[in-house]
């Protein structure tokens, strides 16, 4: 038997209305993108199209365009912390502080010592930060990618409050929302009326 959801949606609240649960949420981001995933069920979405929905206009649905339903900008790749003649030249850097301290230290110039050894940690450091684990330069996240993370954590966070009054329904939406780059709803045996209120 199927089961039926219904969505209330107002200017800064939305009602669910499920099985004999009935309650009231508040209209965030996060519920704002879920509801235009329930509405388009089946269709692919950028993440970068629900994160540009700011707000729901009672007389005026906001649809998501054909346009949007395709990645503008790959978020797997993101811009280097370095190129690689920087890194050369910090490691020819610390060659050469390499030997100055050890010429420091040999005339006991104390001073002139530390602030060598000062210089080396600042470089050894930001060596340490740039390179990864598995010695390759790591990446900042694209434009893309913290848009993807902010749309999936705002959907997380919506459904995070659907279970603290109500866990089956919060189950059925973690399981049919596929989240990442591109999301989409895949309703099952759940059938959604949407109505938009003033």
């Given at each position: 038997m199927r089961s039926v959801l219904e969505l209330n949606v107002g200017r800064k609240e939305v009602r669910?209305?499920?099985?004999?649960?009935?309650?009231?949420?508040?209209?965030?981001?996060?519920?704002i993108y879920m509801?235009?995933?329930?509405?388009?069920?089946?269709?692919?979405?950028?993440?970068?199209?629900l994160a540009r929905l700011t707000k729901y206009d009672g007389h005026c649905i906001i649809e998501i365009s054909d346009a949007n339903l395709s990645l503008t900008e790959d978020p797997e790749h993101g811009i280097p912390y370095c190129d690689k003649r920087t890194i050369h030249e910090i490691k020819m850097r610390l060659v050469a502080l390499t030997e100055e301290y050890?010429?420091?230290?040999?005339?006991?110039?104390?001073?002139?010592?530390?602030?060598?050894?000062?210089?080396?940690?600042?470089?050894?450091?930001y060596l340490s930060e740039t390179f990864s684990p598995k010695r390759q330069i790591r990446m900042m996240p694209s434009?893309?990618?913290r848009?993807?993370?902010?749309?999936?954590?705002?959907?997380?966070?919506?459904?995070?409050?659907?279970?603290?009054?109500?866990?089956?329904?919060?189950?059925?939406?973690?399981?049919?929302?596929?989240?990442?780059?591109?999301?989409?709803?895949?309703?099952?045996?759940?059938?959604?009326?949407?109505?938009?209120?003033d």
């Open positions: 669910f209305v499920y099985g004999d649960k009935d309650f009231i949420l508040r209209k965030s981001r996060g519920m509801i235009e995933l329930l509405c388009h069920a089946w269709h692919q979405i950028d993440a970068g199209a050890a010429e420091a230290c040999v005339w006991n110039d104390l001073a002139r010592a530390e602030d060598i050894r000062t210089e080396m940690d600042q470089l050894e450091r434009a893309a990618r848009v993807q993370a902010a749309v999936n954590k705002a959907l997380v966070r919506v459904i995070g409050q659907i279970a603290e009054t109500d866990g089956d329904l919060a189950a059925h939406l973690r399981s049919s929302l596929h989240l990442g780059s591109r999301l989409v709803y895949t309703p099952g045996d759940l059938d959604i009326l949407i109505r938009y209120c």
